[in-house]
T-cell receptor, first 113, second 112 residues
Framework: NAGVTQTPKFRVLKTGQSMTLLCAQD?????MYWYRQDPGMGLRLIHY???????AKGEVPDGYNVSRLKKQNFLLGLESAAPSQTSVYFC????????????FGPGTRLTVL | DQQVKQNSPSLSVQEGRISILNCDYT??????FLWYKKYPAEGPTFLIS?????DKNEDGRFTVFLNKSAKHLSLHIVPSQPGDSAVYFC???????????FGTGTSLTVIP
């Protein structure tokens, strides 16, 4: 099992460019999450999904969109990147919400110039 | 506003001694708590959890204590080993919700 994988691992964008981060999991988990980690801020939830075809906003959703067309994939999109979106992005998945731990991917380091 | 706080950004401990990492929360609806460990350039990995019906949970060298009245939890590592050097995040969730709220992390260094 690969667990949770993220593509790409690193990316540099210019302000205004767009990109999509891909998260894939092979554990048949229903729930998937996108977080960002910034110095001194911990991990903050951007968006999450409780099943194929569903998405919901987390703590910091502005400037991001997501899609969950297939159960195993969760895409995070930046339509017009801003320097404030420079961060490390983590995807996670879990069997359900509530009393279940999340399994994290290795992260994507994004720099917006 | 940060609902889960880890007020110590860093901690250094001698190998073999006890490491105590602390976490405070403000939301009384939180009833499930987890600790994650994170090495550089890797994603966080689950370490140990506790629900609000308990005040202690042990797993080998790791013990988590929960004080609901104080809205405080702590992670004890005994004995500490150099391989425990990592950033530790606590996280909390209400049982009715789908979100976890993370603290800012504590960087633990275990000195050989």
């Amino acid at each position: 099992n690969a667990g949770v994988t993220q593509t790409p691992k690193f990316r540099v964008l210019k302000t205004g460019q767009s990109m999509t981060l891909l998260c894939a999991q092979d554990m048949n988990h229903e729930y998937m999450y996108w977080y960002r980690q910034d110095p001194g801020m911990g991990l903050r939830l951007i968006h999450y999904s409780v099943g194929e075809g569903t998405t919901a906003k987390g703590e910091v959703p502005d400037g991001y969109n997501v899609s969950r067309l297939k159960k195993q994939n969760f895409l995070l999109g930046l339509e017009s990147a801003a320097p404030s979106q420079t961060s490390v992005y983590f995807c996670a998945s879990s069997t359900s919400g509530g009393y279940n731990e999340q399994f994290f991917g290795p992260g994507t380091r994004l720099t917006v110039l | 506003d940060q609902q889960v706080k880890q007020n110590s950004p860093s901690l250094s401990v001698q190998e073999g001694r006890i490491s105590i990492l602390n976490c405070d929360y403000t939301n009384s609806m939180f009833d499930y708590f987890l600790w994650y460990k994170k090495y550089p350039a890797e994603g966080p990995t689950f370490l140990i959890s506790i629900s609000s019906i308990k005040d202690k949970n042990e797993d080998g060298r790791f013990t988590v204590f929960l004080n609901k009245s104080a809205k405080h939890l702590s992670l004890h590592i005994v004995p500490s080993q150099p391989g425990d050097s990592a950033v530790y995040f606590c996280a909390a969730s209400p049982s009715t919700g789908n979100q976890f709220y993370f603290g800012t992390g504590t960087s633990l260094t275990v000195i050989p």
